[in-house]
C-alpha cells in the first residue's frame, strides 16, 4: 500500500521568502513521486515528478524537490515566492508500474503576501 | 504533449436524473483511466481504475451501480452518475495513463451541482 502524507494544510510566506511544502511518502515498493497545482476550480498542473533518475529534480516555475530516502521525504521548495503562487499542492505517490493509480496526499494551501 | 478533454466542464442536475461526464484522450490511446472525486478544499480521492475494454474496478466504499464507468476505447472514457442526489455535487476529474510509462494526463474536472 501506498500512501503520502503532506504536513500542514495552510503555509504562509511572504512575497520573495522560501517556499517549503513537506511531503512524506509511504511505499512497499520503490515510489514515484509528483508534485501537482491546483488553482480554484480548475484542474491539475504537473510540477515535477520523481522516478528514480536523479534525486533532485527540478520543474517548472522556478520549483524543485528531492527524494531522500532515508528519510522518506519529497519535500517541495522554491527559493523565491510570486503572488501567483498562491494555490493549492498535492504531493502523489504511485508504484513503478505503468497503469497504477497516483495516490494523493491532502494538500497545502499556500498562501503569499505582498 | 499528451492532452485529455474533459466534458462538461460543468453542470447543474436536477436530483434524480443521471449525468454523464466524458473524457477523451485526443493524442494518445489511453489504456488506463483513473476517475478522482474531489469534494471543497479537500483532496482527491480515487473512485475507480478502468483499463479498456474491462469492468472498471472501484474503490472501496464507492457504489458501482451509482458511479457508471464505460472505458469502451482505448480514446474514450465515461462516468454516469445515475439518480444523482445533492451529496453527489462534487468536483470529478478524469486522469489517463498509457500501458508503457508512468504517466498521467489529467482532464480539467466536471463540477457536478445537483439540486
Known amino acids: 500500500a501506498q500512501s503520502v502524507t503532506q504536513l500542514g494544510s495552510h503555509v504562509s510566506v511572504s512575497e520573495g521568502a522560501l517556499v517549503l511544502l513537506r511531503c512524506n511518502y509511504s511505499s512497499s515498493v520503490p515510489p514515484y513521486l509528483f508534485w501537482y497545482v491546483q488553482y480554484p476550480n480548475q484542474g491539475l498542473q504537473l510540477l515535477l515528478k520523481y522516478t528514480s533518475a536523479a534525486t533532485l529534480v527540478k520543474g517548472i516555475n522556478g520549483f524543485e524537490a528531492e527524494f531522500k530516502k532515508s528519510e522518506t521525504s519529497f519535500h517541495l521548495t522554491k527559493p523565491s515566492a510570486h503572488m501567483s503562487d498562491a494555490a493549492e499542492y498535492f504531493c502523489?505517490?504511485?508504484?513503478?508500474?505503468?497503469?497504477?493509480?497516483?495516490?494523493f496526499g491532502k494538500g497545502t494551501t499556500l498562501s503569499v503576501s505582498s | 504533449g499528451a492532452v485529455v478533454s474533459q466534458h462538461p466542464s460543468r453542470v447543474i442536475c436536477k436530483s434524480g436524473t443521471s449525468v454523464k461526464i466524458e473524457c477523451r484522450s485526443l493524442d494518445f490511446q489511453a489504456t488506463t483511466m483513473f476517475w478522482y472525486r474531489q469534494f471543497p478544499k479537500q483532496s482527491l480521492m480515487l473512485m475507480a481504475t478502468s483499463n479498456e475494454g474491462s469492468k472498471a474496478t472501484y474503490e472501496q466504499g464507492v457504489e458501482k451501480d451509482k458511479f457508471l464507468i464505460n472505458h469502451a476505447s482505448l480514446t474514450l472514457s465515461t462516468l454516469t452518475v445515475t439518480s444523482a442526489h445533492p451529496e453527489d455535487s462534487s468536483f470529478y476529474i478524469c486522469?489517463?495513463?498509457?500501458?508503457?510509462?508512468?504517466?498521467?494526463?489529467f482532464g480539467s474536472g466536471t463540477r457536478l451541482t445537483v439540486v
Open positions: 502523489a505517490v504511485t508504484a513503478n508500474q505503468a497503469g497504477t493509480a497516483l495516490i
Open positions: 486522469s489517463a495513463s498509457t500501458s508503457d510509462i508512468v504517466g498521467y494526463t
